[in-house]
């Protein structure tokens, strides 16, 4: 299994690239990264092209994983890891869940080894997924991509892809720890409290 942190959104909402704001002393990449690899598994970068000077200032070149698949929303950054990495399954955190913690990781991963055969692994709360904090086996995303490359997947909606497949959930306990800080107005609003 590898860690992917998603940094490769345009952050629009948020006015800058959200990976490279900061948390304490760490940017929100770097305290996305340090989360997983307490998991003990390797950890990868995912960016857009457009990032790679700025990323490059942070960390080595073979960390990083350019887009290169051309789909749209953030399966673009999960498919060009799995292109990169084809038979490691890749456990996803976006860069902006900056209240995750290593527990709720621990769980997710602990779930993936003792429940095999699922296509996805993720968190939900009142039947809402969270499909930027999960687990996405090889194969799946194998198959994903070969129905990318007949043209036959016409949505690239990672909610819609899971719920049409066999998907493991997990309740989720503390709704905090999966927030996502999209807006510099929610970022205020939630460091200011």
């Known amino acids: 299994m590898i860690g992917v942190v998603l940094c490769g959104g ?8 959200k990976g490279l704001l900061s948390v304490g002393s760490l940017t929100w990449a770097q305290h996305a990264e340090a989360k997983l690899a307490e998991l003990d598994i390797p950890v990868v970068i995912s960016i857009n092209q457009t990032q790679l000077p700025k990323y490059n ?14 789909v749209k929303g953030p ?24 209240d995750m913690d290593v527990d709720t990781l621990q769980e997710l991963k602990k779930n993936y080894y003792i429940n095999p055969h699922f296509d996805y692994y993720l968190y939900q709360c009142d039947g809402f997924m969270e499909p930027l904090c ?29 719920k049409e497949s066999n998907y493991k959930t997990i309740e989720i306990k503390e709704k905090e720890k999966f927030s996502n800080y999209n807006t510099a107005n929610y970022l205020r609003a939630k460091t200011s409290n």
């Not at 345009?10 to 690239?17: A, L, T």
């Not at 200032?57 to 051309?70: A, C, P, S, V």
């Open 134 to 162: 999960a687990v996405y086996p090889a194969e799946t995303l194998k198959a994903l991509i070969k129905i990318i490359d007949t043209s036959e997947l016409t949505h690239f909606s990672m909610h819609r892809i899971i």
């Open 57 to 70: 200032h942070i960390y080595n070149t073979e960390k990083l994983i350019i887009d290169t698949i051309n």
């Open 75 to 98: 399966l673009k950054g999960l498919l060009s890891v799995h292109q990169y990495y084809p038979d490691d399954d890749l456990m996803l955190l976006a860069c902006d869940m900056i």
């Open 10 to 17: 345009e952050s629009k909402r948020m006015g800058s690239d």
